[in-house]
């Protein structure tokens, strides 16, 4: 009599399984029918080996196909195929991702913002840059012929001291000056014009739609700048970095963004720039040039003294963009008429700050500490003294001019 002998047979299987093979009990006819058992499942003999081992493992436990990380294929679909809608999606994921490797660092400049610029620095740059073929093509006086020269002679402002004819030729000279990207004093400029009206400490692009923000008419500020030249930049320059008119600067910057009252406050700025520039070459400034004994701190307050004027005919006529023509004309006629009234009522105007008052809705700034040439002094002021042009000891504080033809005398508008 044949003993049973039980045989078991350890395989190991794909993926690393492994099964246990026993013969099966069962004889019939005589014969034995081994069929192996795998994880106590009996497979049959007919079942094909598959080479993936997809179609055995379909009967495996659960556990056993957490154990081997097959779970989740299977629960696919095994070796089902994927719609052709998911390998276009995944291709365009895989494209999106290698293109994430051409994405730039952040650049050095960024993390070392460029310092900014006080007035007097922009200004002593001017005084020690060669001029001489922006001097040739100035037009620092009206031309009279005839009996409007005769009259203007007997009649007119009296003229410029002649010490002062070098300092107000370098302000014309320096209105004919554009934005030059290779010089590095030029891009401080912007810079901190931008910095100080929307606070930031960050430096911003050179082109870009962030201009536009603080009034500019597109993404390049020097575009603006067809009217006034660089003098346009360095008066915002003065407004911005005096301590005394920042906060004015900063309560024009919100009433340009008014949702009704809005206006491009850079563009508004440089209007103002194109007025106080046509009345020195009228000579209505003339008077007060000589006795003060500069021409640039008179021009600078003259401009703050006229951006004031519109600033409060603006808020308080409740002014709108469409009226801007009509404004611009009125300013200009009355800062050409009274200059001194002008003159006189932007000094009220900062001594009722000083005193601790918030005159005609301005408020102070406590951000407003860095010095630079203050408004509504007199005589010789605290500041960067440097000579120009042979004018030895004279303090000078301009803001960059334009040299604009006499036929636009009068015609007020935005450019």
């Known amino acids: 009599m044949e003993e049973d002998i039980d045989v078991t047979t350890h395989t190991e299987g794909l993926n690393g399984l492994s099964y246990e093979c026993k013969p099966s009990e069962e004889i019939t006819n005589g014969r034995s029918n081994h069929k192996p058992v795998m994880n106590g499942l009996i497979i049959s003999h ?7 081992g997809n179609a055995p493992l379909r009967s495996l436990p659960i556990s056993a196909l ?33 293109a994430l490797e051409n994405v730039q660092p ?12 006080s007035f007097n620095e922009a200004l002593q740059y001017f005084q020690t840059t060669d ?13 009279r012929t005839g009996l409007a020269a005769i009259t203007h002679f007997l009649f007119g402002p009296p003229r410029l001291h002649r010490e002062l004819l070098e300092e107000r030729d370098l302000v014309f000279a320096i209105a004919q000056c554009q934005v030059d ?15 100080r009206l929307v606070c930031s400490r960050l430096d911003c692009p050179r082109y870009g739609a962030h201009w536009e923000n603080i009034g500019f008419q597109g993404t390049d500020p020097a575009t603006d700048l067809r009217g006034t030249g660089f003098l346009g930049l360095m008066h915002t320059l003065y407004l911005v970095m005096d301590p005394e008119t920042l906060p004015l600067a900063r309560d024009i910057y919100k009433l340009s963004q ?8 850079s563009v508004m700025s440089i209007n103002m720039t194109r007025i106080a520039l046509q009345v020195l070459r ?26 004031l004027h519109l600033y409060q005919l603006w808020k308080t006529q409740q002014k709108t963009i469409a009226d801007s023509g009509f404004v611009l004309k009125e300013v200009e006629l009355f800062a050409k008429k009274n200059p001194k009234q002008m003159l006189r009522r932007l000094e009220v105007f900062l001594k009722e700050r000083r005193a ?24 010789p002021r605290a500041g960067v003294v440097v000579a120009a042009h042979g004018s030895k000891g004279k303090e000078m504080h301009f803001t960059g001019v334009c040299d604009l033809p006499p036929d636009t005398e009068g015609d007020a508008r935005l450019i």
């Not at 590095?184 to 014009?193: K, N, P, S």
Request: hydrophobic share 30%; with cysteine.
């Open 46 to 52: 007919n079942v094909k080996d598959h080479t993936n």
């Open 66 to 98: 957490k154990q081997n990380g097959l779970l989740q294929t299977l629960a696919a679909g095994g070796d089902q195929h994927k719609p052709e809608e998911e390998n276009v999606e995944l291709e365009k994921a895989r494209q999106e991702w290698e």
């Open 106 to 117: 952040a650049l050095t400049e960024d993390l070392n913002p460029t310092p900014i610029i």
């Open 131 to 143: 001029l001489g073929d922006l001097l040739k093509n100035i037009q620092p006086t009206i031309r």
């Open 181 to 195: 990207n290779s010089q590095t004093v030029h891009m401080r400029v912007l810079q901190t014009i931008y910095k």
């Open 258 to 265: 008014h949702p009704t009252q809005n206006f491009p406050f």
């Open 282 to 307: 009228e000579e209505a400034l003339s008077k007060e040039c000589n006795r003060r004994q500069q021409v640039v701190g008179v021009l600078n307050e003259f401009y703050v003294a006229t951006f």
């Open 356 to 379: 601790g008052g918030i005159p005609r809705g301005t408020s102070p700034d406590p951000q407003a500490q860095q010095a630079s040439p203050g408004l509504g002094e007199r005589g």
